[in-house]
């Protein structure tokens, strides 16, 4: 896998993102690529910007996007943790770093606009197999750091089973599933940085493990992707929390 960040304009409010992706992709695209966009131009470039900074509204924005949530008393370090979309994060995904003082949403349909950038680059490129996921970043716990995540994908299955498939001694597995759509947001991440690098796309190719698909995800393959805190493996960890409901759940 070979993994090519690309360095744009700096995005802001009024921007187009169908131009920056036109102006900073290459002017040929490999057929079977995957096209990672950071989530933070999407949502800039779509107006998802708040420029009241104050921590208490900050924490209203959050509760009003998030699913569920646990308030700043519920942990030792005085952070939101909320479950946004189906990801446990931070304060909704709301976040101030490169967002010239004003505070930035998660995109307001993360999977309507994977799938409309897919449209546009298959016609653009006139290629048949493209991938495409919008990307975040969240904290993992027990982990220190931060690592990607992907909020939308496009273009590909976003998971490879090894159900009923032998190990390399025979053995028939029963339970392995790849996370494949996060793995590439990860490795995504890592090369567009979380500072100031100014590299919000990158260009993954090479990619074996993908099986592409010339379509948009169907509502039931994005349905089975949704995991809830009691049908998780973790579920009794989550929920013994005192998990609030969002207005996002409603």
């Given at each position: 896998m070979i993994v090519k960040s690309i360095k744009?304009?700096?995005v802001v409010?009024?921007?187009d993102l169908f131009e920056i992706l036109s102006s900073s992709l290459p002017k040929k695209l490999e057929d079977k690529s995957v096209i990672a966009i950071s989530s933070k131009i999407v949502a800039v470039t779509?107006?998802?910007i708040v420029d009241e900074i104050s921590e208490e509204h900050r924490d209203k924005?959050?509760?009003t996007e998030s699913e569920l949530y646990l308030p700043r008393s519920a942990n030792q370090y005085g952070y939101m943790i909320t479950i946004n979309r189906g990801v446990l994060l931070g304060s909704g995904g709301i976040d101030r770093s490169n967002g010239n003082g004003s505070m930035i949403l998660w995109p307001k349909d993360p999977q309507k606009s994977a799938n409309k950038i897919r449209e546009y680059l298959v016609r653009k490129y006139e290629i048949t197999n493209l991938g495409i996921i919008i990307t975040d970043s969240k904290s993992t716990p027990l982990?220190?750091?931060a690592t990607g995540?992907?909020?939308a994908h496009s273009g590909f299955r976003a998971l490879k089973s090894y159900v009923g498939t032998p190990d390399i001694f025979g053995r028939m597995m029963q339970h392995e599933t790849a996370n494949i759509y996060d793995a590439l947001a990860t490795s995504a991440t890592l090369e567009m940085g979380e500072g100031n690098e100014q590299k919000p796309i990158a260009i993954i190719t090479?990619?074996?493990s993908v099986d592409f698909q010339n379509r948009n995800p169907t509502k039931k393959e994005l349905d089975f992707l949704r995991l809830n805190i009691e049908t998780d493996f973790y579920a009794p960890i989550l929920t013994s929390a005192k998990w609030l409901p969002g207005r996002h759940n409603r």
């Open positions: 744009t304009k700096k409010a009024g921007d779509e107006g998802r924005l959050a509760i982990r220190w750091g995540v992907t909020l090479d990619v074996s």
